[in-house]
Every structure is written in C-alpha cells, then in structure tokens.
C-alpha cells in the first residue's frame, strides 16, 4: 500500500525486493541543463547519452557549479553515460568525428580509457541486433579485448 500525494495504491505487492536501501539509485537521464539541475536536486545520478569526452568534462564542471549552489557533494552524484558499440575496421573521417565506441578494438579500448580518465563511473554500451549472433560476439570481444 501506499499513499502519497498525487497517487495511491493499495492491494499491489513488488517482487523481489530491491536490495539497494533506502532504494535503487535513481539515475535522471538527458543531456540538458535542465536535466544536470534534476539530478542535483532530485536524483542519484546523471546519465546523459552519446556524449563526446569533451562534452562529458563539461557537463560534469556544470554538474560541479550546481552541486555548489545547491550545496550538494558532487562526489555523491554517480555520473554514467550511455554509447552505442559499433566494432568494426579502423574508422577516421576528414573532420575527426568518428563515434566513441566505433571503429577497431584499438580505438574502442582508447575511448574507454578516455572517459575513465574523464572520471566516468558508468559505461552502458548497447550493439546492433539485427543479427543477434554478431551481438553476442561484439559483447563478447569487448569483454575479452577491453575489460579483460
């Protein structure tokens, strides 16, 4: 049963119980300002998707500016991002925007450690399945080759 403000509901129950208390971590999704504002306030995590590095360090020094004024740690805002996997031959293009997480294992294993570096908590990467066989190996090479 619950009972709050905008809704209620009575006679319901929810299997299995999250282990996480007081619960799951809420991670407040999207790439905007507005976005950075309701995870400082509200959430537990900012998880903004298909950011480059370089937008990613932004973001996180606005993330900082709020914190600040909201008197938050920014330390406790888990920031995680969400990419998409594109293994395949070397990729470049005349202007230098190749898609994190696109090309070979090289430059794949060079943009993860980029975002470590960047102090990423959370990479969550999804493949094509079109052909769910060539999925399974693309996770399965990017275990293999990158987390090892």
């Not at 606005?62 to 998409?84: F, G």
């Amino acid at each position: 049963t619950y009972q709050g403000e905008h809704f209620q509901v009575s006679g319901k129950t929810f299997y299995p119980k999250p282990i996480q208390k007081p619960h799951p971590p809420i991670w407040i999704a999207g790439n905007s300002l507005a976005a950075i504002h309701r995870a400082v306030r509200h959430g537990d995590g900012w998880f903004p998707i298909g950011l480059r590095v370089e937008e990613l360090l932004e973001g996180k020094e606005t993330l900082k500016e709020i914190c600040e004024r909201e008197d938050r740690d920014p330390d406790s805002v888990t920031v995680a991002l969400s990419l998409s996997l594109r293994m395949g031959r070397s990729v470049s293009s005349p202007d230098g925007n190749r898609q994190p997480l696109s090309g070979a294992m090289f430059q794949i294993s060079d943009d993860v450690r980029r975002y470590e570096d960047a102090g990423l908590d959370h990479l969550v990467f999804s493949v094509p399945i079109a052909d769910p066989n060539i999925a399974l190996d693309s996770i399965k090479r990017f275990a293999d080759e990158i987390i090892r």
